[in-house]
């Protein structure tokens, strides 16, 4: 297939374009680079199943050659980025999401809406099934992207009903792995660069709060499963092993060394308590689970800090 991937240069969408390099697809990158970088597509240099655009899709982006799936994957997604870009945010969710259906009913596409697990907010149920709602605050500092990823997934949904295009939504939990910025903001960065510049760890709120870590080749696998399914409903695709951030931080600092020192910061408003996905329906629709375990992913990730860019 031609594959087009907005926001390619991004974490987990680069981590994608390998795998369907691999699987001798050609693979159409887009990216402004707004927080995405060239240097995780770089070892892709020469391939001609391999074409960058620099292009803001919020824009139109006019491309006259076929495509056979879009996916729309681009969107600032740690919270330090979207709360410095919080109009770019909302433009890609809204005005991004609108173009890339357009261009995927153009071309006679699939489609592929990469959501997220903060549509569920902060869960009054646990673990979240696709079924949840949510419990979302719509005009808190963390709605620009909530919502922005909610009204993406109506979208779909609308295109899907009205125009009978042949979308798929997935709704991403916690990703962690190589290529993460060592400035992302979110916790797994944050602890590996504090650990390995012997700093102390930083624990917001009691650290009691959870999280479900998924490494990124288990998703881009899940993903890959989700392209060749017929599933048009949102599925959620992580990991349902669920971790303290005090736990977190005693893994990171027992793989890296050193004595376990913390300091304690106030919990950020609306940050969610709880995050866990419920997989059953990709365990039975995709026969798909992650098979990674934390601390060998962690292993992974701290090596590509040590010696990344």
Not at 12 to 37: F, K, P, R, Y
Not at 97 to 124: C, Q
Not at 162 to 180: A, C, E, K, V, W
Request: neutral net charge; contains cysteine; hydrophobic residues 35%.
């Amino acid at each position: 297939m031609k594959i087009l991937i907005t926001g390619g240069a991004g974490f987990i969408a680069s981590h994608l374009i390998d795998l369907l390099l691999q699987e001798d697809h050609e693979v159409v990158c887009i990216d402004n680079l707004i927080t995405g970088s060239l240097h995780n597509i770089k070892h892709h240099e020469g391939n001609k199943n391999l074409k960058f655009i620099e292009h803001d899709i919020s824009t139109h982006l006019d491309y006259k050659d076929r495509i056979d799936f879009v996916l729309h994957m681009a969107s600032p997604a740690s919270p330090v980025d979207y709360m410095e870009l919080p109009i770019e945010t909302l433009e890609v969710g809204a005005l991004g999401t609108f173009n890339a259906l357009e261009l995927a009913k153009e071309k006679g596409a699939k489609y592929l809406f990469a959501s997220t697990s903060e549509i569920y907010g902060d869960p009054l149920v646990s673990p979240q099934k696709e079924e949840y709602w949510g419990n979302v605050n719509s005009i808190g500092p963390r709605s620009v992207y909530d919502e922005a990823k909610r009204f993406a997934e109506a979208t779909t949904m609308a295109y899907l009903r009205h125009y009978s295009l042949d979308t798929r939504i997935i709704r991403i939990f916690n990703t962690y792995g190589p290529r993460m910025r060592k400035n992302d903001g979110r916790v797994v960065p944050n602890f590996i660069n504090q650990a390995l510049n012997n700093k102390p760890f930083t624990i917001y709120g009691d650290g009691k709060q959870t999280r479900s870590f998924c490494y990124v080749s288990d998703l881009v696998s899940g993903i890959y499963k989700v392209m060749q399914s017929d599933i048009h409903t949102p599925i959620n695709l992580g990991n349902p092993n669920e971790f303290t951030m005090i736990e977190l931080a005693q893994v990171v600092s027992k793989i890296i060394g050193g004595s376990l020192k913390t300091i304690n910061e106030p919990l950020p408003q609306d940050d969610p308590k709880q995050r866990r996905p419920d997989i059953s329906k990709a365990k039975k629709e995709l026969k798909w689970e992650p098979v990674v375990q934390l601390e060998e992913g962690l292993k992974k990730t701290i090596e590509w800090f040590k010696n990344g860019r």
